[in-house]
């Protein structure tokens, strides 16, 4: 039997979120004291943490920990979640690593990202966590690495490098 997607029921998935801004004072903080402030809510976090469904959980010099929830709206056509969810889930975690040993008045962008997808994720995978280390952060090439694991499980899903560039900031 064939089933189409009008036989199938329709699900929804609805969130906010708070416009970006940039804080006038972000050209006189550290990266890490950026990320502080995002991580204990004095900062609204990037729309794309609520459209993806994860966040910022910790942050320490060189260190950043996001944690991502699984579910059936990040699934590709073969039913399991899509790659590109745990690209975005590595990459945010890494520049957010190389950005906590960012001095005031830099800034970054990635580069060079190569992922790594060890095994598939289920919507009933559960919460992923994500830890990114920096490796080298110097004058203008920052480089770091990181891992997907599952939270319930253990499990290895999926790592990553980066190659970052630093500037100055505008």
């Not at 995002?38 to 959980?57: H, S």
């Not at 280390?133 to 004058?139: A, I, K, N, P």
Request: glycine share 10%; aromatic share 6%; hydrophobic share 40%.
């Amino acid at each position: 039997m064939t089933t189409t997607p009008q036989t199938r029921p329709t699900i929804s998935r609805t969130h906010s979120w708070v416009s970006p801004t940039v804080p006038a004072d972000v050209a006189e903080l550290s990266g890490l004291e950026f990320l502080e402030r995002l991580v204990d809510g004095r900062i609204a976090p990037p729309p794309i943490t609520g459209t993806l469904g994860f966040r910022l959980t910790h942050v320490e010099r060189g260190v950043a920990v996001f944690v991502g929830e699984t579910g059936e709206h990040l699934y590709n056509p073969l039913g399991s979640v899509h790659g590109g969810y745990l690209a975005t889930l590595l990459d945010s975690a890494l520049g957010c690593a190389v950005m906590t040993e960012l001095p005031p008045g830099k800034a970054y962008t990635t580069a060079q990202l190569g992922v790594n997808l060890v095994r598939p994720v289920f919507a009933d995978t559960g919460p992923l966590r994500c830890e990114a280390r920096t490796l080298h952060v110097g004058r203008t090439i920052a480089t770091a690495e990181a891992q997907v694991v599952g939270e319930g499980d253990g499990k290895l899903y999926a790592h990553a490098t980066t190659t970052c560039a630093v500037f100055p900031m505008r």
